[in-house]
């Protein structure tokens, strides 16, 4: 599998999910396994742009690409990405288990969109459920960070 700029190795059967693949063959346990059908967006990871539910994928789909973007992939050179800063900045930051993949959602949003609408945003985070936050300051942050990247003109 293509994972975080990597090819990397894993054996899985024909029902290993790509969850299952990411977290208990790769170690890449920034995915989480929240309710494991497709329900929460704990899972996500992003593929080509795509924000994809990775606990009802099936690795074999993803042996020969596409690219496969997590958590782990998001920091660059071991600096957070603009959008991890705009999330601490502005205090929108929700639990580890929820966090990383409204992260990735927001990413794959802003891959295809740079300059999304609040409203845009929403439906892109729509799938990341959380009954602890209110949703402002996530889509506050996911504002900041498009403006971020709109800046830098690497959106
Ligand atoms: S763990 Fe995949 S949607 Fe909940
Ligand atoms: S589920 Fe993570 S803070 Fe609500």
Redesign the pocket.
Known sequence: MRVNGEERDCAVTPNTTLLEALRYGLGLTGSKQGCDKGDCGACTVEVEGEAILACISLALAYHDGPAITTIEGVAERGQPHPLQDAFDLTGAA??G??TPGILMSAWALLRKNPNPTRQEIAQALSGNL????GYTKIFEAVERAAETLRQRGRA
């Open positions: 929700q639990c288990f929820c959380c009954r602890c936050t």
